[in-house]
């Protein structure tokens, strides 16, 4: 089992930057694929990127793919989603992910661990 713990959200104006942060407990936190995911008010939650145990691969949204980039230090059990060009549409509750089981698993949501989530707003 991993815990997760978010932090780095806040209030940025379009086109500014912002880097979340995930801190995970546990001496296996390097055998688990970490991804985010974010919801939006009204909305389902949606897959964000994935990065995988190693962090030799990466896989992003479309809509996010080339403004944000995700990245992880094992020997920290942390995972960082840095986002630059950040749009009014960005805003949504950001949630850190786990799942020892690899990437795809962790987009299909098959027994993710998660975290409490950031808040991320973007004002035009």
């Known amino acids: 089992q991993v815990l997760l713990v978010e932090s780095g959200g806040g209030l940025v104006q379009t086109g500014g930057s912002l880097r979340l942060s995930c801190a995970g407990s546990?001496?296996?936190?390097?055998?688990?694929?970490m991804g985010w995911f974010r919801q939006a008010p009204g909305k389902g939650r949606e897959f964000v990127a994935v990065?995988?145990?190693?962090?030799?691969?990466?896989y992003y949204s479309d809509s996010v793919k080339g403004r944000f980039t995700i990245s992880r230090d094992n020997a920290k059990n942390t995972v960082f989603l840095r986002m630059n060009s950040l749009k009014p549409e960005d805003t949504a509750v950001y949630y850190c992910?786990?799942?020892?089981?690899?990437?795809?698993?962790?987009?299909?949501?098959?027994?993710?661990?998660w975290g409490q989530g950031t808040q991320v707003t973007v004002t035009s």
């Open positions: 992910a786990a799942n020892v089981r690899g990437g795809l698993a962790l987009r299909a949501d098959k027994d993710n661990y």
């Open positions: 546990g001496r296996t936190f390097s055998s688990y694929a």
């Open positions: 990065i995988h145990w190693s962090g030799s691969d990466t």
